[in-house]
């Protein structure tokens, strides 16, 4: 059967001809070619793609920012005052845009004079949330900031409201803002920085429905008002304030905070785990999955449109002018913990699935940009859908990191609508569309189109009208890979990597295409 998908479609397309696919099990078998075909308009702009929908996350949690990130001045791995040079090389080549600290749980229990000066001298607290190990706090607010300034991305910092005050708040501000000559701009100087750093965005708690507090929206939106007052633009630093916004499909909680925070607010966040489950306690394993669970995680996936569009029209309610963004800071895969680790350190691999559900959730965020200003994947090293892993001095990129790295083409590029009809992929008695899609134009008048095939059997053939300038040539970019769960190792690096695409072709203002299953793609048309 073939869908129409809605105008604003983020739900695309694929490949073609008949494939051989070598399943999890080994069992080959011919599989047919489906088909979609859609219509780019690319004479009718939307809004931007901000690139800081491409956003991070790093959070004091396993061995993400410890053994990860950070290892030290003092290590033998190379490293550029205690981060490792090679995770900076790696984040350098996606321009990742910015990226989100201390937490996560982790931040409404952080208080920040803990993490400065003489690293002798930091104190010693536990980690209650995340398996109650000891952290030293060597890993503070100038490290972090240095991180950003290394990697070239802008600070998004997440207050503590859960455990924290208002005056806090305001002094962690001041300290890394101000640049007057205040007794907290003078400890900055003492401690090594004697400029301000840019701290653009500041979120000001972070899950207080859950482990930021156990709070009600009402009574959070009370102390958000409060503490928004104290958070302070000291020129030429102009912040942009988070409010702490809804978990899963809470909805509610928006509802109320949106409704009762008018000033000293520019976005809400909300948070989105894929994790194909219903029960939280029942996720499925990162590798060693059959197609059903192929299946739930990528149905699961499509699932954050449906939830955007519904908050978007409870914005529109509060916020009809759009001033006030949706800043989707957390989001990703969480699957069941990794055989033999920590389970409070949230280890899992990361294969061609989660690059699939990557590519497809960029292509709803695109579709979204007009409220959407923000996004950030959980995690980046170590943790759940992580961009890198480390073991010693060795790195790995997975395939989510690949499909940042494709995807830089839409970074503040703008979107272009465009309409879809695919097949559907069938499993278990349920039905989603075969593929996803999403368009935008950069500004030398490029078009691109990523396109992920979200069947892990069947290519797909597509055909696509351009509507609007003609372009004269194709290229593209291709990430698939052997088996559902093929993943990227320390012995084995290289084996789901970006490929040359050579299955587009461009006549007049006819694009057709031949993606293989389970894939991600992008082209650029000139």
């Excluded at 005056?167 to 400890?187: C, K, L, N």
């Excluded at 839409?410 to 009809?421: K, N, Q, R, S, V």
Aim: glycine share 8%.
């Amino acid at each position: 059967m073939m869908r129409r998908l809605p105008t604003i479609s983020r739900l695309l397309l694929g490949a073609a001809g008949l494939l051989l696919l070598r399943a999890a099990s080994g069992v080959v078998a011919a599989q047919e070619t489906k088909r979609a075909s859609m219509t780019i308009r690319a004479s009718e702009p939307g809004p931007q793609i901000s690139r800081h929908l491409y956003g991070h996350f790093a959070e004091h949690l396993g061995r993400c920012i410890y053994d990860g990130i950070w290892v030290g001045p003092e290590s033998r791995i190379p490293n550029t005052r205690g981060v490792r040079n090679d995770i900076v090389l790696a984040l350098r080549r996606i321009k990742i845009p910015n990226l989100r600290w201390p937490g996560g749980c982790f931040a409404d229990q952080y208080h920040w004079a803990d993490g400065v000066g003489p690293t002798e001298k930091r104190p010693r607290r536990v980690n209650i949330h995340w398996g109650g190990v000891v952290e030293d706090n060597s890993f503070g607010t100038h490290e972090f900031l240095d991180f950003c300034e290394q990697i070239g991305a802008e600070p998004y910092i997440a207050a503590n409201v859960g455990s924290g005050t208002p005056q806090e708040m305001a002094d962690w501000v001041e300290y890394m803002t101000f640049p007057g000559d205040s007794e907290i701009a003078r400890r900055r100087a003492a401690n090594g920085r004697k400029e301000p750093w840019k701290v653009p965005f500041l979120g000001i708690g972070n899950e207080n429905w859950g482990c930021g507090g156990e709070m009600t929206p009402e009574y959070y939106s009370d102390l958000y008002r409060r503490f928004s007052v104290y958070a302070r633009d000291w020129a030429p630093n102009d912040l942009n304030r988070v409010a702490a916004g809804p978990g899963g499909t809470r909805l509610d909680w928006l509802d109320v905070v949106a409704g009762r925070v008018r000033h000293g607010i520019e976005g809400i966040s909300m948070h989105y785990y894929t994790t194909g489950s219903p029960r939280w306690e029942d996720k499925v394993p990162s590798i060693g999955f059959g197609e059903d669970q192929w299946f739930v995680i990528l149905r699961d996936a499509l699932k954050m449109d449906e939830l955007l569009s519904q908050a978007e029209k409870i914005m529109a309610k509060h916020d009809p002018e759009g001033r006030i963004g949706l800043y989707v800071d957390e989001w990703g895969t969480w699957y069941s913990p990794f055989p033999g680790s920590n389970p409070a350190f949230l280890v899992q691999q990361n294969s061609i699935r989660d690059a699939v559900v990557a590519g497809a959730t960029f292509n709803i965020l695109h579709a979204h940009a007009k409220r959407v200003k923000m996004a950030n994947i959980a995690q980046l090293v170590n943790v759940l859908q992580a961009l890198i892993l480390t073991e010693g001095e060795k790195m790995v990129l997975t395939p989510t990191y690949h499909v940042f790295d494709m995807y830089q083409v839409h970074h503040d590029a703008t979107f272009l609508p465009l309409d879809l009809e695919t097949d559907e992929y069938a499993q278990g008695g349920e039905k989603i569309p075969a593929v996803s899609a999403s368009a935008s134009r950069d500004a030398q008048g490029r078009v691109h189109v990523s396109l992920v095939n979200l069947d892990p059997k069947a290519a797909v053939a597509v055909e696509a009208t351009i509507q609007g300038p003609r372009f004269t040539s194709v290229a593209g970019r291709l990430l698939t890979a052997d088996t559902l769960d093929a993943h990227n190792t320390v012995d084995a690096p290289n084996r789901v990597q970006p490929a040359a695409f050579t299955g587009a072709t461009l006549q007049d203002s006819a694009l057709k295409a031949r993606l293989p299953p389970r894939s991600v793609v992008v082209l650029t048309l000139s």
